[in-house]
């Protein structure tokens, strides 16, 4: 090699390892590394900070925080896992609301994830695609979240309320029903729907989800509860950004 060709050698190096970086970046951090790096004694906030630079986000079920937390996931990350949902799912809404989208890009949106396998991706968990078109639904909604909300009543249900019902011994397909068909209090707006805020506060915790399973609340309840509160957020937030410059909400 000459000193010309070690040249432009030397010259590339830099943008080869930008498109390492990006091709990188490009592909979502597996659920069971999280598990794996909690395991190992990886502090949370290391934990944290892995999921933060891969950019990733899982679409958790409300029975799948517990399972986590089982398998030695601490409840700060629990956290963070339903925060940084919450946040895509409000980042999806407001695109949605304004015209805009993530196109195709299926590591750009809450990955589907599987427990029972600790798999996550849309190459490796059976999920509707994305990018695909759905009629009344930010794109990217996990096919469990129940929105539009439907079935909803005038009758109001708070957590402590389902802890309290679970632990009187309500059945637990009536409970799920109750879940579904009520309207939750104390966790949507939680900082104001009207508040200029960088990122909206999640009114129901990872951590809390963990609780009320050690609390007596089954898994198909916690499910039906988280998927519940999602609804009920991204319904609150599309309602914020239609009235955006219109003045205060009525």
């Not at 979502?28 to 502090?43: C, D, E, F, M, R």
């Not at 991706?121 to 129940?146: L, N, S």
């Not at 389902?162 to 900082?191: C, F, H, N, Y």
Request: with cysteine; charged share 20%.
């Amino acid at each position: 090699m000459n000193l010309a060709q070690l040249g432009a050698a030397l010259l590339a190096l830099p943008a080869l390892a930008s498109s390492a970086t990006l091709h990188s970046a490009s592909q979502p951090l597996p659920i069971a590394q999280v598990v794996n790096l909690s395991k190992s004694g990886t502090s949370p906030e290391q934990v944290i900070q892995r999921i933060k630079t891969s950019r990733t986000t899982f679409a958790l079920r409300g029975s799948d925080f517990a399972k986590l937390k089982a398998a030695g996931v601490p409840d700060p990350v629990l956290d963070y896992l339903q925060q940084s949902f919450v946040d895509d799912l409000d980042m999806l809404t407001r695109y949605w609301m304004l015209g805009d989208n993530l196109g195709g890009c299926s590591f750009c949106y809450p990955q589907p994830v599987d427990l029972s396998t600790m798999q996550s991706g849309y190459a490796h968990v059976k999920a509707t695609p994305p990018g695909r078109y759905a009629a009344g639904k930010p794109p990217g909604t996990p096919d469990w979240v129940p929105y539009p909300p439907s079935g909803s009543t005038a009758v109001r249900l708070s957590v402590s309320q389902i802890v309290d019902m679970a632990r009187r011994g309500m059945s637990e397909a009536k409970l799920v029903q109750r879940i579904r068909t009520a309207q939750l209090t104390d966790v949507i707006g939680v900082g104001g729907l009207t508040a200029i805020r960088s990122h909206p506060a999640a009114g129901l915790g990872g951590a809390e989800l963990a609780r009320l399973k050690e609390q007596g609340v089954p898994n198909r309840a916690l499910d039906a509860l988280q998927g519940r509160f999602l609804a009920a957020f991204i319904e609150a937030e599309r309602l914020r950004y239609q009235n955006l410059g219109k003045g205060p909400m009525r």
